[in-house]
């Protein structure tokens, strides 16, 4: 059941490049629901995996293969009628591979060998790479280009950091399988030095993927020349499955006694992020490349309650768990904007609250939950981050930490308020449809409902990530 979990969208995904639109359509909407079945089996019977060198049931990567299947099963029916208004001509492909797509990514959630993980993340780039391309413009070309080129240097220099990893166990008395499980096991043993330098690598590499700064510059172009639907994923799945890579080497260091050198590490990417995606957010007036940099900024949140530990452990994980809620539906009321309005620039998009009603009160609902305040659960998350640091010994990143969330919401503020209220610029092009304002809703409610009630099994499965490493749920 274990490798059925990727194996079943990989094969759809290949089928339907070759099937006619409508039976594309009822596969990708059924391999959604599928997959969140298995999934969820998986999570609450952890059947053992057929290739246990390779896949493994991890907690950490349970939780972040059931809020990619969660996001995937809205996203589907929004994407069938959202590309149906964008009358796209290469439909097909789209559906084809937006389910190679999560196949890939399912696949990095449940890879237990370091290759095995390097190769289902580079594996993503090629199976998103088409829906970042699909409306052939000469500004998608450019973003797909730099996608491609600048993940592939990165995910490139991730395998030399493995490589390294590989030779920490060049030492006497370690004889174990190379995979993260039985690594964790024989971490003092492992070499401090090749640990060390592995981490470096790991974190350059899989941190250009997962668009922490200074090496994110591909992603604000990818996430707003994609269809909303894509968009939707690349942030809301893709970035989890990166930050997936460098936890589990962090796992590995703070096992070895070697936490304090990787915390700190990812401490500073992670405040240079959030400090980047501030002021690129200040006087940004394409709405969706706000979007792309808020998740540069949330991704430097968690890289941020990774590193201090402890309280922030917990706040981390939450804090992955509602991003990818609300960036998700933030991403599909966008592309209610899109086609409601025909436009990405902020300017041409006042007069929201008046003239698209359902899609204002998903997208500025959004906001209020992208931006830390109540009732979503990234206020929790950042609380608890912040709360962490205090308690580990870091106040000045917790100063800072504070500084460069204000400064986000600062633009963040400046810009929705004027797209909500602001004076009527444009015609409404294309009426708001249920079948495109009920998906982002349901994630925004999602997003609410754990806040008030959290699955028991769900807790567990966040504390048990955490747990090895010391993360803690108690202040």
């Known amino acids: 059941m274990l490798e059925a979990i990727f194996s079943l969208p990989l094969f759809t995904g290949l089928l339907t490049l070759f099937l006619p639109v409508r039976l594309g359509r009822a596969m990708l909407v059924t391999v959604a629901l599928l997959h ?47 590309m149906r208004e964008q009358e796209m001509h290469s439909e097909p492909i789209f559906l084809g591979c937006m389910q190679l797509f999560l196949g890939t990514m399912s696949m990095a959630a449940l890879a237990d060998h370091p290759v095995v993980l390097w190769i289902a993340i580079e594996a993503t780039t090629l199976a998103s790479a088409p829906l970042i391309f699909i409306n052939r413009s000469k500004k998608a070309l450019e973003a797909t280009w730099k996608y491609v080129l600048i993940c592939s240097v990165g995910i490139a220099l991730a395998l030399l950091g493995f490589f390294f990893v590989t030779l920490s166990m060049d030492r006497p008395g370690i004889d ?17 030095l090749w640990l060390r330098t592995g981490f470096i690598f790991v974190l350059i590499g899989f941190g ?28 809301g799945a893709l970035l989890n499955c990166a930050f997936l890579g460098i936890y589990k080497v ?23 992020s959030i400090v980047v995606a501030g002021v690129f957010i200040l006087n940004q007036p394409d709405y969706k490349r706000m979007l792309a940099y ?71 609902a959004g906001f209020i939950g992208i931006s830390g305040l109540p009732p979503f659960g990234i206020f929790v998350s950042e609380l608890m981050i912040l709360i962490g640091a205090l308690q580990t010994g870091h106040p000045v990143a917790a100063g800072l930490f504070v500084a460069a969330l204000l400064l986000v919401v600062a633009g963040f503020a400046r810009i929705a308020t004027a797209m909500a209220f602001g004076p009527v610029r444009n015609e409404v092009l294309v009426q708001e449809q249920p079948v495109r304002t009920i998906p982002p809703l349901a994630l925004l409610l999602t997003s609410v409902l754990l806040c008030i009630w959290m699955p028991e099994p769900l807790y567990r499965t966040i504390v048990n990530t955490i747990a090895m490493i010391g993360g803690t749920v108690h202040g």
């Open 36 to 82: 969140l079945l298995l999934t969820v089996l998986c999570w609450l019977l952890a059947p053992a995996p057929h290739l246990p060198h390779y896949f493994g049931n991890s907690p950490a990567g349970i939780l972040v293969l059931l809020v990619t299947s969660f996001i995937f099963c809205c996203i589907a029916p929004y994407g069938i009628f959202y």
């Open 250 to 272: 962090h796992c590995l260091l703070v096992l070895a006694g070697l936490g304090d050198f990787s915390g700190n590490l990812l401490i500073g990417f992670g405040l240079l």
């Open 208 to 235: 250009t993927k997962m668009g922490l700064a200074p090496m994110h510059t591909w992603l604000p172009d990818a996430h707003s020349e994609a269809p909303s639907p894509a968009s939707a994923l690349l942030s």
């Open 176 to 192: 174990v399988p190379l995979t993260f499980s039985a690594l964790n096991d024989a971490a003092r043993q492992l070499d401090p």
């Open 294 to 364: 808020s998740s540069i900024e949330n991704m430097g949140v968690i890289a941020v309650g990774i590193g201090v530990g402890g309280l922030g452990l917990y706040g981390a994980m939450l804090h992955l768990i509602h991003h990818s809620l609300l960036k998700s539906s933030l991403f599909l009321s966008a592309g209610n904007l899109v086609l409601g309005f025909g436009t990405k620039l902020a300017a041409q998009c006042g007069g929201m609250a008046r003239l698209l009603p359902r899609t204002f009160l998903g997208f500025f």
